[in-house]
C-alpha cells in the first residue's frame, strides 16, 4: 500500500509541478521578451502601428492578455488534471473511521 501511495504522490508532484512551469513560464517569458524589447530596441517599440498607438503600447496591454490567459489555463488545466489526483490520493489516504470529518 505504501508503494501505490508514493506513485500516487509523485504523479500528483509532477502533474502539478510541469502546469506550475508552463504557466510561469509562458507568463513571465512574455515579460522577459517585452523589458528587453524596451531596453534594447526603443525605435521598434516607439513604432506608431495606428494612429497613436505605438508597437510597446500594443504588446503592453497584451502582456495584460497573456497574464489573464495563463492564470485561467492554469486554473482550468489544474482542476482537469490536477484535482482528480489530489481528490483519488485523499480518498485513499482518508482513515476509515465512523467519522471521517474528525480527521481534517
Known amino acids: ?14 502533474a502539478y509541478r510541469l ?6 513560464l509562458a507568463a513571465l517569458g512574455s515579460f522577459v521578451v517585452y523589458v528587453v524589447l524596451s531596453c534594447y530596441a526603443p525605435g521598434l517599440m516607439g513604432a506608431k502601428i495606428a494612429g497613436e498607438l505605438s508597437l510597446g503600447m500594443a504588446l503592453g496591454v497584451l502582456q495584460l ?7 485561467f489555463w492554469y486554473g482550468r488545466s489544474a482542476q482537469r488534471s490536477v484535482d482528480p489526483l489530489a481528490r483519488a490520493v485523499r480518498e485513499r489516504t482518508a482513515p476509515t473511521g465512523r467519522n471521517p470529518e474528525a480527521a481534517r
Open 1 to 14: 500500500m505504501t508503494h501505490r501511495r508514493s506513485a500516487d504522490l509523485d504523479a500528483l508532484r509532477s
Open 19 to 24: 502546469l506550475r512551469r508552463i504557466s510561469t
Open 65 to 71: 492578455v497573456v497574464t489573464f490567459a495563463a492564470v
